[in-house]
T-cell receptor, first 111, second 112 residues
Framework: GENVEQHPSTLSVQEGDSAVIKCTYS??????FPWYKQELGKRPQLIID?????GEKKDQRIAVTLNKTAKHFSLHITETQPEDSAVYFC??????????FGQGTELSVKP | GAGVSQSPSNKVTEKGKDVELRCDPI?????LYWYRQSLGQGLEFLIY????????KSGLPSDRFSAERTGGSVSTLTIQRTQQEDSAVYLC??????????FGPGTRLTVT
């Protein structure tokens, strides 16, 4: 069935360093890939998304890349700050349909 | 504008009782989704509604779970004969027909 694998499960970086989180999806029909940030006790927040007709998208310090052939997509955060500390979830869907989520990555940015 | 709202924010119920969880989507959003998040776990799809189409119920874990969406807006998720394994945060999201899904604050359900 549909599956999204996310790595690593935990990631610790020093403030100012970059962080990269990787996901792999199984359903080749997937064409929409959002990323969510969830702080403790809060709702997931959509931070960036990419559609399958685009290979890369950037929004300030956040970028997402997509390799459709390999069915991989990644989140890149540059110049990390303590407020970037949270759990990040990748997801895949056929646009307009249900999201299949990865298992989450707990990012810790140390000052 | 107003985001997705859910009620109640917390619900404690005894095993075997029925519960109803409510979701008010963002005005104008045609799609509404229910997910479940167990403690320290990821997000599990339950059901979604898109306009007037038949809902996708493929994620409902058992026939004790059901949901309806009235008038294309508000949705209610009902869990009958609750079990302890139903304890989780139930999250609702809405979206335009094409676009990102925006989540509500969730209902934390505890079955004792």
């Amino acid at each position: 069935g549909e599956n999204v694998e996310q790595h690593p499960s935990t990631l610790s970086v020093q403030e100012g360093d970059s962080a990269v989180i990787k996901c792999t999806y199984s359903d080749s029909a997937s064409n929409y890939f959002p990323w969510y940030k969830q702080e403790l006790g809060k709702r997931p927040q959509l931070i960036i998304d990419i559609r399958s007709n685009v290979g890369e998208k950037k929004d300030q310090r956040i970028a997402v890349t997509l390799n459709k052939t390999a069915k991989h997509f990644s989140l890149h955060i540059t110049e990390t700050q303590p407020e970037d500390s949270a759990v990040y979830f990748c997801a895949a869907s056929i646009q307009g349909g249900k999201l299949i989520f990865g298992q989450g990555t707990e990012l810790s940015v140390k000052p | 504008g107003a985001g997705v709202s859910q009620s109640p924010s917390n619900k404690v119920t005894e095993k075997g009782k029925d519960v109803e969880l409510r979701c008010d989507p963002i005005s104008g959003h045609t799609a509404l989704y229910w997910y479940r998040q167990s403690l320290g776990q990821g997000l599990e799809f339950l059901i979604y509604f898109q306009g007037n189409s038949a809902p996708d119920k493929s994620g409902l874990p058992s026939d004790r779970f059901s949901a309806e969406r009235t008038g294309g807006s508000v949705s209610t998720l009902t869990i009958q004969r609750t079990q302890q394994e139903d304890s989780a945060v139930y999250l609702c999201a809405s979206s335009l027909e094409v676009g990102g899904q925006y989540f509500g604050p969730g209902t934390r359900l505890t079955v004792t």
